[in-house]
T-cell receptor
Framework: DGGITQSPKYLFRKEGQNVTLSCEQN?????MYWYRQDPGQGLRLIYY???????QKGDIAEGYSVSREKKESFPLTVTSAQKNPTAFYLC????????????FGPGTRLTVL | SQKIEQNSEALNIQEGKTATLTCNYT??????LQWYRQDPGRGPVFLLL?????KEKRKERLKVTFDTTLKQSLFHITASQPADSATYLC???????????FGGGTRLMVKP
């Protein structure tokens, strides 16, 4: 099946720890994105990448880091510098043709204990 | 600053009626607008795309309008069903770059 996967579904972290969220796609999409969603709110862009080995900060990049070593993979690390990391994290991908929609993964819910 | 507004209050309607959701934007010149559906605890799913030079698009029971003068898009679901209950997000895109800016979403509840 073609699609985009995220793991784990639920993640618990102690304060002061870094955690890495996985995102993999087999849609052959060039662009990949990470969003954060807080309860009752829309999606806010953390980082995005349009090509391997290149990525750009979004609106709320502070406290987060990413890598794009392979076209299929775009992991997100939530560092201890992120002051309020508890949220629902969504990964998405899309082709680069104009007007293309984004395909989303199922999300990872991160809770800081 | 750029702003996208969707009604943050839930929309409650009776089954069979038409649901109309609103997306307003300011300080933005989108080239296109997309609507997504999001169920609780899941990722959004794309529904419809409308370009800036299009007034209306339809897909089955869904209809989207786009008024660049009013800076508004309306999303209609006709003959609504309880299965249509979800949060609906609008997203604006420009010709520069491949990013979308999302609104906060409106929760729709269709009662049988």
């Amino acid at each position: 099946d073609g699609g985009i996967t995220q793991s784990p579904k639920y993640l618990f972290r102690k304060e002061g720890q870094n955690v890495t969220l996985s995102c993999e796609q087999n849609l052959n999409h060039d662009a990949m994105y990470w969003y954060r969603q807080d309860p009752g709110q829309g999606l806010r862009l953390i980082y995005y990448s349009q090509i391997v080995n290149d990525f750009q900060k979004g609106d709320i990049a502070e406290g987060y880091s990413v890598s794009r070593e392979k076209k299929e993979s775009f992991p997100l690390t939530v560092t201890s510098a992120q002051k309020n990391p508890t949220a629902f994290y969504l990964c998405a991908s899309r082709g680069l043709e104009e007007y293309n929609e984004q395909f989303f993964g199922p999300g990872t819910r991160l809770t800081v204990l | 600053s750029q702003k996208i507004e969707q009604n943050s209050e839930a929309l409650n309607i009776q089954e069979g009626k038409t649901a109309t959701l609103t997306c307003n934007y300011t300080n933005y010149s989108p080239a296109y607008l997309q609507w997504y559906r999001q169920d609780p605890g899941r990722g959004p799913v794309f529904l419809l795309l409308i370009r800036e030079n299009e007034k209306e698009k339809r897909k089955e029971r869904l209809k989207v309008t786009f008024d660049t003068t009013l800076k508004q898009s309306l999303f209609h679901i006709t003959a609504s069903q309880p299965a249509d209950s979800a949060t609906y997000l609008c997203a604006l895109g420009t010709n520069a770059g491949n990013m979308l800016t999302f609104g906060g979403g409106t929760r729709l509840m269709v009662k049988p």
